[in-house]
């Protein structure tokens, strides 16, 4: 098999920017790594932890380095657009977070350039690489439910997951940051059907009182044009120290020949701890009582990070190096997921339903 060696360039050093590049510099194709942030400092301590050869304050001086060959694209939100264009127009290989965009029309400007280019573009939704989401993709592609009619998924988190991600970013509400993970699982869930229309209620209180006009809580209905009815519910404004460390969530997908109900809560998993447990995303955040797993990348455990992003870095990268084929999502994918999400939120600002696609 074909081995390609890999220059990576890390746009974006944070915490999940950290993970990447860590799991990057244990990859035996990872020959080259470069790490780039808007905050110089960040670039250089995360070079200095992965021995990166190169840092950089100048994204753009990163993706366009000779030895950079692929680019992971972890900046905030909003700023995925800006690096993933410049990474299509140097002609590498990217892997960026979810969203692709928070605007639909950033979205399909990435899509234009990928196509017009030919461009390699994935994008992270890695509850894709969660282990019982992948074998439940397997159970619908081997018929073992049979045809797919309905699915449901409610997801609970922090209010002060939602605080840090509004700080960041005020477009980054709970639904387009937090419930499309469950949008473009039931996207992949579904296979080649499509988005019809979207329903959804959604309520204010502790995220309005501390100053973003953002839902609390909302659920929505989905259905598609093959009949498929999907129900997503999602809740970013639990206590503060809620024991989960990312997201608690339960699966539940519906067929004419059988069931899957994947519950993904870790409720059967708690530790309480005098020292405390930090947060996967907060820093100087910690909770005394924890849903062990339920922080969303992963964990670390005996020197190593374990769970979806690991399975999809490096299933990125062995793609990367091998030709191999990988599971995470098409920008056309993460588009539809976009629109949903945006579909959803408009549905709650109305309280009418919303067909797609969108317009506009």
């Known amino acids: 098999m074909q081995r390609n060696p890999i220059g990576l360039g890390i746009i974006g050093s944070g915490r999940i920017g950290n993970l990447r590049g860590r799991l990057a510099s244990e990859h035996p194709a990872v020959k080259f790594i470069a790490t780039a942030d808007l905050k110089p400092e960040n670039a250089k301590a995360l070079a200095g932890k992965i021995g990166a050869q190169v840092h950089s304050g100048n994204n753009l001086d990163i993706i366009n380095h000779p030895d950079v060959t692929a680019v992971v694209v972890s900046t905030a939100e909003g700023q995925h657009t800006e690096a993933v264009l410049a990474a299509i127009a140097a002609g590498k290989p990217v892997l960026v977070e979810k969203p692709i965009a928070l605007e639909l029309i950033e979205a399909d400007s990435i ?59 005020p477009h980054a509400t709970p639904v387009v940051d937090g419930l499309t993970y469950y949008v473009d699982l039931m996207n992949w869930f579904v296979g080649g059907a499509k988005l019809t229309e979207v329903y959804a209620r959604g309520q204010k209180g502790v995220l309005k009182a501390a100053g973003h006009d953002v839902d609390d809580v909302v659920h929505s209905v989905l259905t598609y044009d093959d009949g498929t009815v999907v129900n997503l519910s999602v809740c970013y404004a639990l206590p503060e120290k809620y024991p989960a460390l990312g997201h608690a969530a339960r699966v539940e997908i519906l067929g004419d020949g059988g069931v899957m109900i994947l519950d993904d809560d870790h409720t059967d998993q708690i530790m309480y701890s005098n020292k405390g447990v930090p947060h996967v995303y907060l820093p100087d955040h910690n909770v005394n009582m924890v849903f062990l797993q339920s922080g969303t990348p992963g964990d670390w455990a005996l020197g190593d990070f374990w769970g979806p992003i690991a399975n999809e870095t490096r299933a990125w990268l062995d793609h990367l190096a091998t030709g191999k084929p990988c599971a995470l999502a098409t920008p056309r994918e993460a588009r539809a997921t976009l629109e949903a999400t945006h579909a959803i939120q408009h549905s709650a600002a109305s309280g009418k339903p919303v067909r797609l696609p969108l317009a506009g």
């Open 111 to 169: 899509i234009a350039e990928a196509e017009r280019k030919g461009a390699n573009v994935r994008v992270g939704y890695s509850r894709r690489f969660k282990e019982r989401y992948l074998i439940a993709k397997e159970q619908i592609l081997q018929g073992r439910i049979g045809r797919m009619t309905g699915a449901g998924a409610r997801l609970y988190n922090s209010s002060s997951q939602a605080l840090a991600m509004l700080k960041r970013d």
